[in-house]
């Protein structure tokens, strides 16, 4: 004999209020089988969330009256090809984009032990890189997000793990919604590291959601290092973003900006501006993104943007974008990516998807979708075709 | 206040239809005092799953309309001894039964360094041994099924990480379910690796379910590796599996088949057939297995067998069987063991049981029962006492 | 469309009867901004579990008739500023408390190989230090509690994961609830290692609830070591621990006792009493422990208490406890502790709440609070200021 939710949509549509209290159980499994090839190698994959991000989650509100209220919300990410679940972040600090710090050989590493390696860094020198994240034990994982918030007629307190603000532009303005071979290419290639999707340890202001149309956030993060950390700065892995936007009619628009602490290689600063139109037969959408971040452990440039639309067709729907980004380290390292693709909705909560993907590289690049390797300068397409249930 | 899950027992029987959704929450919390003898060695343990898998799932069914339906389907294994939850492996790949990779001294290894290591390989040589498994983060691991399905008239496709289809004629035509200290040997002593029980990456089709007592389903699934993967073929850890069987009355009867590729040792094939018959007074069972699967390197073959049967005794049940597995490696090393228990229900979701094995080694085995160790030709017994609490 | 829980507060609290099964799920988002500061290093944090600690559980009963029932409890914490889940241990032995085994250079270790390295073990001698802890793998982890039970008039046998009976005493008796910067002083400096909170493989035995405002457990718990384990005692790890109280009108008192097996600086041994009083205008409430265990490989012996109040204040509470413990090695380290909370509820589930707590290191200690360092018989003060939501 087994348990079963009741599916009180009626009533969770109707807004019960006063005391009313309720968890919801929600999810997403997507599975996609996902092909890439590259002048290297290629790799065939059956891989999670082609089209949205599988997950499993908990949430509730709890009407405290007088207009406040509490709620919590935890949300896994899911492996559902293996089972493995997605792993976090502790500290805010990124492996990815040569985030990292290197000692010289004979100096004292945070561990306590002296460097005695003659591994290369990516000047050539001898010394030991040390990696600056911390994933912690990841246990019973909540990494998409983990908050509890109070809100009322001022808007909402929100603390835990969050999306960083300028994620939402990136994923807003994307008609691949970040998921998939044809996501925008600024979230593969980017040097931005870790808070360019979540940070942990963070304190959230949202602005009630009656402002005639406008809306914003604010989000402050703590990289929790003891004030007497050695070789980094202790406010490494402390950052704030900002967003403001204004949706009203057929049109959306947002501007956000952030910066993470950041020693070796500097500070890591995100920004974008994006927005979309929608015309009715299809809609618009485009987002420009300017960063700041460490390449090899020196601080560069970085710039991306997207143009790309969606359109409608019966119960399916036709995606397309093209997306760039560029680094500024010698050669101008580059990557360019078409991508086209169409969603067939069986129902509001399932579909089939198929996307297809093409990305060109040059200035020294390399970058292959869908776990190809390609050659540097070379080129590589991968497609995803997919089933997405919802829950 | 805590929200409770209303049990819709009628409801779910019932089948409601149309557009009626649900998401199940279910599971098993089994606890058994595990005790192991052997001659060098014995062991006392609490250990979950002695009669049913401890986990906990989540599951729901979407009506699409026009006979379709989309599922999902997740689910973990417990160690409810201790808390922990259970692993899952991401490349069908095996560390069990000599499934690794060795390297010659002075050769490049796949994570580009050299080997350098002297450490001693099965065949007494300097090398490097490296595992062939990926286990990938662990976290919200839901390791027993992680699946998302489509289904109609024709039958069912269904995306993820699943039982293989062989091990379901090992399961079903085993008195003890494949569970506890009386599980059927060729389980614990087999030589087919990590997708003897379930693969990753896997796609598989099952026939519908009117199909006047026969049915059936075939899997596929892949390895992952790329296309230009050093020193074992880019084919390891992808593989197959088919299984037809017919059940009608007191039969049910079964015949399954599968291969996963494997370059060093050579690929591992896992056969089986098995039936049932059921008399009323008694229900005997029983299968047999021929296998090939790597052993210290090479290539083997293995087989076994098992004759068994349930004995219905007021609201219990008398679990009895014999099993052996020989390998045909010098020696034939052999285990043969019986087991006998009884299992007494409380209720349908509540039972207490006992269990009682032996295991006989012969031709260089020494394999021993809940963690005990025994010598060389040894013996070993155990039993299990333990309470199944399903929900 | 999501699937939403009913509440059944109601039908719950009735008690419904005879065939009656629910499965509730449960849980606590507790985030706190903490701050500790002391004379080497300072540290500013986003933390969970400052007023009660993060969870996220599933558990149920199942009426078995004739006055006997059964239910599971599955409860994971929750690392809710970061995502991560909590950890557990698998064989009750600590890292903790200098719980480690020592073995001679050239020795034979657990794992087979042979100690070549030089480190520094406590007694300043060459050799290697091999942890005594097992955390296994985590996956989906329940480390709070993971058990089975099965109740009658007779009282409950409950098999799995669960809290130490002497654990009880520590945390009902502590104004602070052994949460939050102002915890009982003993639960964070004392010597008792891993057991001290929960204990894997645990068997327990609960008295039934009708006797008169007497209450009481027992508990043993297995170690789970091969018989022939090396170096230590196969006994390592197994122990036992047992609770007798009295609580009735304003009054509730309980005394405990336990041992855990520890080869490598003796068996460790913690032992409590407690007891609280309500004058309605104020709850005072006391306790005093005194234990045995391994410091630095040599056994030790450890003194705590703690004497503290509840003062009600409209719908808000004031806390305050002094607490000290004292280990008895060269200097007597003893570490002396003031705290002071508010906790204001906005709700049954929801509360905001603030703590300040100041310790003073002598005898050699160095304690320091939330996360910072200070020099020794130095001190340090911390805070908390956090946000509770139950559901």
Redesign the interface.
Known sequence: ?????????V??AAGTASA????????V???T?AHGSGS???????VPSGYNSSR?G?R?T?D?GGG?S???W?E????????????????NRSTGGGVFTTYARGSTLPSGAVCSATAFTPDGAAGCNVSNTT??????????????S?AGGWGE?R???DYTPQFWTMTIFDPFGTNGVGTYIGLNTGITGSTAVRA????GYFLPGNLGGFYGQAQY??G??????ANVSADDGKGYGVRLGYAGGPINVALAFSKTNNTVGGDIKQNNVGGQYDFGVAQLMGQYEWDTGPVGGVSHKGKGWLLGGLVPVGVGQIRVAYSQYKVDVTGDPTVKQWALGYVHN?????A?YATYAHVTDSGGQSFALN???TSVNGSSSGYDF????A?
Request: net charge positive; charged share 15%.
């Open positions: 004999m087994k348990k079963t939710l009741i599916a009180l949509a009533l969770a009313q209290s309720s968890v919801t159980l929600f999810g499994v997507d599975a089988l290297v190698a290629n790799k065939t994959a059956l499993l908990f509730g709890e405290l406040l509490a709620s919590f935890l896994a990410g899911l492996n559902n090809d293996n089972g493995t679940g997605a792993a976090t972040n502790t500290n994933n912690g034990n990841q246990g019973l994982t909540f990494n998409r997000r983990s908050t509890v109070l307190i603390l835990g793990r942990s340890n963070s304190m993060y703590l929790e290092l003891a004030s007497n950390t069986l129902s509001k909560r399932t089939l776990g190809a390797t997919g089933l997405r249930h829950f």
